[in-house]
T-cell receptor, first 113, second 108 residues
Framework: NAGVTQTPKFQVLKTGQSMTLQCAQD?????MSWYRQDPGMGLRLIHY???????DQGEVPNGYNVSRSTTEDFPLRLLSAAPSQTSVYFC????????????FGQGTRLTVV | GQSLEQPSEVTAVEGAIVQINCTYQ??????LSWYQQHDGGAPTFLSY????GLEETGRFSSFLSRSDSYGYLLLQELQMKDSASYFC?????????FGQGTELSVKP
């Protein structure tokens, strides 16, 4: 059972570069979200989606884009990386029905130099 | 907007009981969840309260009072492996908003 798969696990970018963090889930969950976690801080919501073709902004959306063309995939794009985007990124999915448990990927550790 | 408040850190000894509190202010509320995270690994789900009262799952229990916008996570018979960060989270439709987390240190 794969669950939520994030790639890559580690990434170093130069300031101004762009990249896409991949997230895929095989549980047919309607809801998917991206979070960033900085040292000593909680999980801050970047963007989320309640279904294919539907996305919305979270608490800290600036500098990030998302799309949801399929139920399974929810990529996060950094348009022009900045050192302030150095963080650990988590993707999560959950079902619209049947409770509130969210399943998380293993995280992507991103460093922007 | 929404905000969740929880203590930044708690220390307890092995075998003891510890309570981690969470107060929240949200516009729209579907329930309060708790997650555990070890050393920057993936957060894992512990419990969920949609209605007032106590939910028990083994050594862990969670309580919710919607009238007080307050909940807590109770950990009993603490073990060293319970040392981790614990997050409360509020469900609002399709999104989950997290508190800043409580770092629990369990001492021998």
């Amino acid at each position: 059972n794969a669950g939520v798969t994030q790639t890559p696990k580690f990434q170093v970018l130069k300031t101004g570069q762009s990249m896409t963090l991949q997230c895929a889930q095989d549980m047919n969950h309607e809801y998917m979200s991206w979070y960033r976690q900085d040292p000593g801080m909680g999980l801050r919501l970047i963007h989320y989606s309640v279904g294919a073709g539907i996305t919305d902004q979270g608490e800290v959306p600036n500098g990030y884009n998302v799309s949801r063309s399929t139920t399974e995939d929810f990529p996060l794009r950094l348009l022009s990386a900045a050192p302030s985007q150095t963080s650990v990124y988590f993707c999560a999915s959950s079902s619209r029905t049947g409770g509130t448990e969210a399943f998380f990927g293993q995280g992507t550790r991103l460093t922007v130099v | 907007g929404q905000s969740l408040e929880q203590p930044s850190e708690v220390t307890a000894v092995e075998g003891a009981i510890v309570q981690i509190n969470c107060t929240y202010q949200t516009s729209g509320f579907y329930g309060l969840s708790w997650y555990q995270q070890h050393d920057g690994g993936a957060p894992t789900f512990l419990s969920y309260n949609a209605l007032d009262g106590l939910e028990e799952t083994g050594r862990f229990s969670s309580f919710l009072s919607r009238s007080d916008s307050y909940g807590y996570l109770l950990l009993q018979e603490l073990q060293m492996k319970d040392s981790a960060s614990y997050f409360c989270a509020v469900k609002q439709g399709g999104k989950l908003i997290f508190g800043q987390g409580t770092e629990l240190s369990v001492k021998p």
